[in-house]
């Protein structure tokens, strides 16, 4: 049974998203604060996070438990659930590390579908391959059985949305990869700001430790390529 983590500071909907989510299968542990929820993840982290972002008195208490969260894990999913929904805050929360942005008002069947394609994501990295998934393009090593990659020797982490979204553009090298086969191979359904975010941040990542990096390329009004050596 998989465990999510529930970070809401509003007590009905706390109990109503309990209810719903144990009905399908999945074992719910909730919190109404930072505090509390930040003592549960130093003890264990769940296999699944969702956070509200304002938090009691704290307007932006999710933000700083998201980043605590990646701190302690690069791989864990984590998902903002806000009644928030502008460009601002979804560009921060992905720019922090969480690897999907919803607001309140989807449906239930909504949610389901995007908590169930971050779980199939971090069920394939952990399956056994029948090959060795792994490849070299340049500088650039991805080892897709245990999530990893490095540029230049150095290692990048990723989180598993922006793991697969990079996956989906170094392995057809040269290929234009448009928004569409991007969310499709990622398996997630999200809008333009939030693939280009996603983009971004890796961009950033990379040139971290590289400040001339350059090889994700935008082509405007297509999608997003690998830059051909």
């Not at 949305?161 to 040269?174: D, N, P, R, S």
């Not at 234009?176 to 990622?186: C, G, N, T």
Request: with cysteine.
């Amino acid at each position: 049974m998989k465990h999510i983590a529930l970070v809401e500071d509003d007590q009905a909907l706390r109990e109503n998203y309990i209810a719903a989510l144990n009905q399908h299968g999945y074992h719910v542990n909730a919190y109404a604060s930072r505090a509390d929820a930040e003592r549960a993840f130093a003890m264990q982290l769940p296999d699944l996070a969702i956070i509200d972002i304002g938090l009691g008195e704290e307007m932006d208490g999710g933000f700083v438990l998201c980043q605590q969260l990646r701190n302690l894990s690069q791989t864990l999913p984590i998902i903002f659930f806000t009644a928030r929904d502008n460009d601002v805050d979804t560009i921060s929360g992905l720019r922090l590390g969480a690897d999907d942005y919803l607001t309140k008002d989807i449906s239930l069947l909504h949610l389901l579908a995007r908590i169930g394609a971050l779980f199939r994501r971090t069920e394939a990295l952990q399956a056994t391959p029948k090959t060795d998934d792994s490849m070299t393009v340049g500088d650039l090593f991805i080892d897709a059985l245990r999530m990893k990659l490095t540029w230049q020797t150095q290692p990048i982490d990723l989180t598993v949305t922006e793991f697969w979204m990079l996956h989906a553009i170094v392995k057809h090298q040269g290929h234009v990869k448009s928004r569409q086969q991007l969310m499709d191979e990622s398996q997630m359904v999200v809008d333009d700001t939030t693939i280009t975010s996603h983009i971004k941040r890796i961009r950033k990542k990379f040139m971290s430790v590289d400040a001339q990096f350059d090889y994700i390329e935008t082509v405007y009004g297509m999608g997003y390529r690998w830059k051909q050596y």
